[in-house]
């Protein structure tokens, strides 16, 4: 799936919003990012996306126009609020064929495993640590709740195929990049992240703020790595949705041009927001 543009009316503190989006890497500097997210969110009737934002309430007034590919084929998905209510209708349109589609059934063309949908959007949260995100894979009937890893998974998890996929990358990406002069982040045995000293080997270090998001992102980039691989093992023509970024000021920090770099090399299209 690729974004191509977007314009926004009347939707939170946003009065109008226009942008064209590059195949590979678009940069946006604006105030308020989360509106940003939760438009896509609801032209795209994506929940993870609406609830992982902030709050707003849709109006009489709103609309959200949002171009893009499915497939290499054209779209135009528009949204708009209903008076007294939090919901939106919705308008789809086959750009090619000039006719109009049905929304939901375009909508369940682009949907995703819960798990798959809370790597869309990335923003550096310390309480929701990617750096365990493998080690919680490698250990679901540990981290989650019965039926829970299942449930996020659409039932893949359990595979043996996943399973398998997921001892071969933590063997094969044992040693990660490092992207500063003196530490690097290491995929340990038992799918957890850590980050020590390049010339010290074996040495932990404690992080500063800055070194904490930068590791946080490169472990989120990791496990992305991860399910693009597995994806591209069980499904060939699995849609694969943008990666959006709040850089939440990282732009400015060493390091992050380099992480920037490695996410390029997933293949997809990128929204970074700051």
């Not at 690729?2 to 939707?11: A, D, R, S, W």
């Not at 890497?25 to 105030?31: G, K, L, M, R």
């Not at 609309?63 to 789809?92: D, F, K, M, W």
């Not at 981290?143 to 933590?170: C, E, H, P």
């Amino acid at each position: 799936m690729i974004l191509k543009k977007l314009t926004i009316e009347q939707f939170g503190k946003i009065e109008h919003f226009d942008i064209l989006f590059n195949e590979q890497v678009t940069a946006i500097t604006v105030h308020d990012t989360e509106s940003i997210v939760k438009a896509i969110g609801l032209a795209t009737d994506n929940k993870y996306l609406i609830d992982r934002s902030g709050a707003f309430t849709v109006s009489g007034y709103t609309q959200i126009v949002l171009n893009l590919e499915i497939a290499g084929h054209p779209y135009s998905i528009t949204a708009r609020g209903q008076p007294y209510s939090s919901e939106c209708i919705y308008e789809a349109t086959d750009c090619k064929n000039n006719v109009a589609v049905d929304a939901p059934l375009l909508f369940k063309d682009i949907r995703l495993c819960e798990e798959e949908e809370s790597l869309i959007y990335y923003r550096y949260d310390p309480k929701n640590a990617f750096s365990k995100r493998l080690l919680h894979y490698k250990n679901s009937e540990k981290y989650y709740a019965y039926g829970d890893f299942q449930k996020k998974t659409n039932g893949s998890g359990l595979t043996q195929t996943f399973r398998s996929y997921l001892k071969d990358f933590i063997q094969k990406n044992g040693a990660c990049n490092s992207f500063t002069d003196s530490y690097k982040t290491k995929l340990r045995s038992d799918g957890s992240f850590i980050w020590h000293c390049v010339n010290v080997p074996g040495s932990l270090t404690a992080l500063n703020e800055r070194d904490k998001k930068l590791f946080d992102y490169d472990c989120y980039i990791e496990v992305h790595k991860f399910w693009s691989g597995f994806e591209d093992i069980r499904d060939m023509n699995h849609e694969k949705w943008p990666m959006l970024i709040d850089a939440g000021g990282m732009n400015e920090y060493a390091g992050f041009q380099e992480l920037i770099v490695k996410s390029k090399a997933l293949g997809k299209q990128m929204v970074i927001m700051n």
